[in-house]
């Protein structure tokens, strides 16, 4: 994804996924705590459903929608954690691997599960209205 788009503009957008095809309308940001940079956002699926993470690398900006490289379908059964909170570094390797995409995660992350105190990942949200 372009990194001088601002994460708190993708709030409010439209998502598609690969063919085209709506996914939903992006609620929330996360970004990862140790580097500030935008990695996941939060999809709500429908007015009845769920939001689901999708990954912000390699998805792109199209225009002003958010151009997910899978399929609805994948989308919509990725792992539900919930938004609000933080996503862990377990959760956020379940995503990874929900993708199919590598992740080169902190040795000692890969030494022992939960890592050691003060050397995870932990991933906050940029809410749509924290502003």
């Known amino acids: 994804m372009q990194t001088d ?18 996914i939903g309308t992006i609620d929330e940001v996360y970004l990862d705590d140790a580097t500030g940079a935008p990695e996941w956002a939060a999809v709500r699926t429908g007015l009845f459903s769920r939001d689901a993470f999708v990954p912000l690398e390699p998805s792109e900006m199209v225009g002003d929608t958010l151009r997910v490289p899978f399929e609805r379908s994948l989308i919509r059964d990725a792992p539900d954690f919930g938004v609000g909170r933080h996503l862990s570094p377990e959760q956020e390797l379940q995503l990874y691997h929900h993708y199919g995409l590598d992740v080169a995660l902190p040795s000692d992350f890969r030494r022992s599960l939960p890592p050691a105190p003060g050397s995870d990942r932990d991933f906050g949200r940029l809410a749509g209205d924290d502003g």
């Open 5 to 22: 788009i601002d994460p708190r503009s993708l709030i409010g957008r439209k998502a598609f996924d690969r063919n085209g095809t709506k």
